[in-house]
């Protein structure tokens, strides 16, 4: 089989960053019609990554302003979907907040806002996309969903215990999911990435920090935004259906699950 995305339409969030910029691309060369969203402050930056990805294939994107925690931003979304590309076949949920989280620090400093924080946009946002999605996606005969949790679940990154919560609850959204949609012909998956090698990456972590981690995997390397690209396309795509709840884990070997 071919997983072809032509006539395929994609709803990515999180775009103004190095990863999703990387998904975009990727999904416009691959010929899919993408709505692209991020944060209203980043619009500059998203609506250049859609201008790039344009000139890049035979698909098509456009940009929608979206806060993936507030309904109404993900139902207009979802819309845009539907009323632009005619349908809804996939949702990746790449959106999420890594490097806003500033500096690490151990969890006995960490505030009841801190916590608050990063759960309303890990958790409760990847669930309003769910949410907003799965009507057009059942619509189109069943669809497919793609979370994105972290290896730090695993391993328990120190300093971060608030974003390891909230990846973990990720995952477990996306079993329950998975259970709760099945019946409507949409699968619900996760990919787990390690350390990152972009800018995000860089802003929390040492050079020294990032080139340690890098050596404690099999293959012994950074790794970039381009290596998540055929895992989450895979689950995204019509050849991954018979696929539900599992969580893909890409980080070059550096935890087996």
């Avoid at 609850?169 to 998956?189: D, F, I, M, P, W």
């Amino acid at each position: 089989m071919r997983n072809t995305y032509e006539g395929r339409s994609v709803l990515l969030t999180g775009v103004a960053g190095d990863i999703g910029r990387t998904y975009l691309h990727q999904f416009v060369k691959a010929g899919a019609q993408v709505v692209a969203t991020d944060l209203e402050n980043t619009t500059d930056t998203a609506e250049s990554a859609v201008a790039e990805a344009n000139t890049l294939g035979a698909g098509r994107a456009v940009f929608v302003p979206a806060d993936i925690t507030a309904a109404g931003d993900m139902a207009k979304a979802v819309r845009t979907a539907t009323d632009t590309f005619g349908r809804l076949d996939a949702l990746v949920n790449n959106a999420a907040i890594y490097h806003g989280l500033g500096p690490k620090r151990p969890l006995t400093e960490l505030t009841e806002q801190d916590w608050e924080r990063v759960l309303r946009v890990n958790v409760v946002g990847t669930w309003q996309a769910i949410r907003a999605a799965a009507p057009a996606l059942a619509d189109g005969g069943g669809g497919r969903i793609v979370n994105v949790a972290s290896v730090v679940t695993r391993n328990g990154a120190a300093g971060f215990a608030h974003y390891v919560a909230s990846k973990a609850a990720v995952e477990g959204l996306t079993r329950s999911a998975a259970r709760e949609l099945g019946a409507a012909g949409t699968t619900v998956n996760a990919v787990s990435p390690g350390l990152v090698d972009d800018t995000g990456s860089r802003a929390v972590n040492t050079d020294e920090y990032m080139e340690r981690v890098a050596a404690t995997r099999s293959i012994q390397r950074a790794m970039l935004p381009d290596d998540l690209v055929s895992a989450v396309m895979w689950l995204a795509g019509p050849d991954s259906g018979f696929v539900s709840g599992q969580t893909v884990i890409v980080d070059g070997g550096g935890v087996f699950a």
